[in-house]
Nanobody, 123 residues
Framework: QVELVQSGGGSVEAGGSLRLSCAASGFTGSKLCMGWFRQAPGKEREGVALIHSTGETTYVDSVKGRFTISKDNAKYTSHLEMNSLKPEDTGMYFC?????????????????WGLGTRVTVSS
């Protein structure tokens, strides 16, 4: 079972930046795609960004051009660089992983989840 440990997050004013990290341990396969999800109060969890085992990335439209997902394959660590943050980016952010070449976007397809880290953006 892959364990995911998250770090980063916090509070920032609108327009600011934050960086989230997610370190995976216990991974024994050769394909690991990782994703970041967020959940705002009273809303459903939504996918924010994915990085496939190939290094290809996908983003939800609302964060394109502002967020960047990356992955250090040697360390099985994913980072989410968040710039030009907006109040609507506020929420709990979760990293997740699945052992596939290309991530399936349905959250139920992710077999490992981090505990979450809070991001608060004030206006």
């Amino acid at each position: 079972q892959v364990e995911l440990v998250q770090s980063g997050g916090g509070s920032v004013e609108a327009g600011g930046s934050l960086r989230l990290s997610c370190a995976a341990s216990g991974f024994t396969g050769s394909k690991l795609c990782m994703g970041w999800f967020r959940q705002a109060p009273g809303k459903e969890r939504e996918g924010v960004a994915l990085i496939h085992s190939t290094g290809e990335t996908t983003y939800v439209d609302s964060v394109k051009g502002r967020f960047t997902i990356s992955k250090d394959n040697a360390k099985y660590t994913s980072h989410l660089e968040m710039n030009s943050l907006k109040p609507e980016d506020t929420g709990m952010y979760f990293c997740a992983a699945q052992g596939r070449l290309y991530c399936r976007t349905d959250p139920s397809e992710f077999t490992s989840w981090g505990l979450g880290t809070r991001v608060t953006v004030s206006s």
